[in-house]
C-alpha cells in the first residue's frame, strides 16, 4: 500500500513538471529585468551600474 501511494505521488510530481516546463510562469518578466547595455539582471528599480554616473 505503502509502495503505491509512493508511486502515485512519484508520478504526479513527472506530470506537474511535464506542464511546468511548456510555460515558466515570470519568464517575460526575467527578460525585461535584464540591462539592455550589458546583459546583467537589474536588481530593483533603479539604474543597472554601467549606466551609472563614472564620476560617482
Known amino acids: 500500500m505503502l509502495v503505491k501511494i509512493v508511486l502515485l505521488?512519484?508520478?504526479a510530481m513527472a506530470v506537474l513538471a511535464m506542464f511546468?516546463?511548456?510555460r515558466f510562469p515570470g519568464q517575460k518578466r526575467l527578460v525585461?529585468?535584464?540591462?539592455?547595455?550589458?546583459g546583467r539582471?537589474?536588481?530593483g528599480?533603479?539604474?543597472?551600474?554601467c549606466e551609472k554616473d563614472p564620476r560617482r
Open 45 to 49: 528599480k533603479g539604474p543597472c551600474d
Open 20 to 22: 511546468g516546463r511548456l
Open 41 to 43: 539582471y537589474r536588481i
Open 32 to 38: 525585461d529585468a535584464k540591462c539592455r547595455r550589458c
Open 9 to 11: 505521488f512519484l508520478v
